[in-house]
């Protein structure tokens, strides 16, 4: 009986250490979209035309999924939004517009009115580029000299161009100018084998042929009615 139970103990061992090796694998799943940016006190703007925005580089692999405009009040825009997104080099990687009124979903920090749009994956190290176009004064933009990014991101500086169309903002500012941002998740590490799980389920395997093979040939403990 002590041999079984060491062998046991083995076996659920082997065991124990598949499901570690494995359980890494599992964990990553969907998540909650997170704004990439809000801010406590701003000052507001209503001067227009003006795409603005703030550019920022990428910490870790995340996926854009929506775009937004900044409501003041989050209580509806006047108007709707042009947003974009772009590269640094000024090529837009992706837009869409926010309609007026409550229509649109306010982010989770109750600033921002945003739109689902198509996955766009964000490369590490990278910088990029959000705004959005307010093209007359009818709803305000936030001027963010306080302003929490998320640690996925880093903030590098506020973006304006003027216009009333949607145009890459070159021009910058040491603040953040939130007419624009955006949401996004973080990007999950593609499925990959791991090899400490495959020598697991080997292991165990084994040692319940082995631990079966033991049982065979150890003479019954029944006692004799």
Known sequence: MPRNSSLSHVLFSIAGAAAVSFSPLLAEGSAQALPAMSTTSPNFGSNAPFTLGYSFTVNSPITVTHLGAYDVGADGLAEAHTVGLWNAAGTLLASTSVPNGTTAALDANNQFRIVPIANL????GT???VGAVFPTGNDLWAFAAQRTTAPQITFVDGRFTSG???AFPGSTDTNAYLGGSFEFTPTPVPFAFNPLF???VLGLSQARRALKRRNEKQPSTR???
């Open 127 to 129: 910088q990029y580029v």
């Open 164 to 166: 009333a169309s949607l």
């Open 223 to 225: 006692a004799d009615a």
């Open 198 to 200: 495959g020598v697991g």
């Open 121 to 124: 994956n964000l490369s590490v």
